[in-house]
């Protein structure tokens, strides 16, 4: 987390939980939060439109419940577990499949960070090849499995954080994400 999202959410957190908290802070909490929760759910919908009611979706229900924040963990991880139910929600509720749904061809993700600013024009065809190839392998997950990947590998979540966000236990995550890491290897493994 960056410091100044840290700061932010400790100055937007009432002093009882999501009691007090008005307008006004609660949109500096938006302002603060929305550029990574929209990756978030960029990467698990695998669509922009959807990502993006996604987050209005777990904005409007942060707001909604805000007097439910118990304050047990940070105002940050509440929100990314709000916003993490609502991207599978859209899921869900679109009855996209899967194997429908890839990430978003402009996402700022990681995939991205394997390509150099000025590649060579056949190391960036091959780079670009690979972006494809992990975005289709992703694309062939289970909901569970592609959600499990991107919590633990894009964002850093515990395995703990991971099994409450999918309601699984420890071991069923670890399943989950064990499985998708072993798909992306198989399809990437150079053959012959």
């Given at each position: 987390?960056?410091?100044r999202d840290m700061a932010d959410d400790h100055a937007a957190r009432p002093t009882r939980a999501g009691q007090g908290m008005d307008a006004q802070a609660f949109?500096?909490?938006?302002d603060a939060h929305a550029n990574t929760l929209f990756r978030v759910c960029v990467r698990i919908t695998g669509d922009?439109?959807?990502?993006?009611?996604?987050?209005?979706?777990?904005?409007?229900?942060?707001?909604r419940h805000l007097e439910d924040f118990d304050g047990r963990a940070a105002l940050a991880t509440w929100l990314h577990r709000i916003a993490v139910n609502a991207a599978?929600?859209?899921?869900?509720?679109?009855?996209?499949?899967?194997?429908?749904?890839?990430?978003a061809d402009d996402?700022?993700?990681?995939?991205?960070?394997?390509?150099?600013?000025?590649?060579?024009?056949?190391r960036h065809?091959?780079?670009?090849?690979?972006?494809?190839?992990?975005?289709?392998?992703?694309g062939?997950?289970?909901?569970t499995e592609r959600t499990a990947f991107v919590l633990r590998h894009?964002?850093?979540?515990?395995?703990?954080?991971?099994?409450?966000?999918?309601a699984l236990n420890v071991n069923a995550c670890k399943q989950a994400v064990f499985r998708a890491v072993r798909k992306l290897r198989a399809a990437l493994e150079p053959t012959g």
């Amino acid at each position: 987390m960056h410091p100044r999202d840290m700061a932010d959410d400790h100055a937007a957190r009432p002093t009882r939980a999501g009691q007090g908290m008005d307008a006004q802070a609660f949109r500096q909490l938006v302002d603060a939060h929305a550029n990574t929760l929209f990756r978030v759910c960029v990467r698990i919908t695998g669509d922009r439109a959807l990502a993006e009611d996604a987050l209005q979706e777990a904005f409007l229900n942060a707001w909604r419940h805000l007097e439910d924040f118990d304050g047990r963990a940070a105002l940050a991880t509440w929100l990314h577990r709000i916003a993490v139910n609502a991207a599978l929600e859209q899921l869900r509720r679109r009855g996209r499949h899967d194997s429908r749904s890839s990430p978003a061809d402009d996402d700022a993700d990681a995939l991205d960070a394997s390509v150099d600013a000025a590649p060579e024009p056949d190391r960036h065809a091959s780079s670009e090849q690979l972006r494809r190839s992990i975005e289709s392998v992703l694309g062939r997950m289970s909901v569970t499995e592609r959600t499990a990947f991107v919590l633990r590998h894009h964002e850093g979540q515990s395995l703990e954080h991971i099994a409450s966000v999918l309601a699984l236990n420890v071991n069923a995550c670890k399943q989950a994400v064990f499985r998708a890491v072993r798909k992306l290897r198989a399809a990437l493994e150079p053959t012959g």
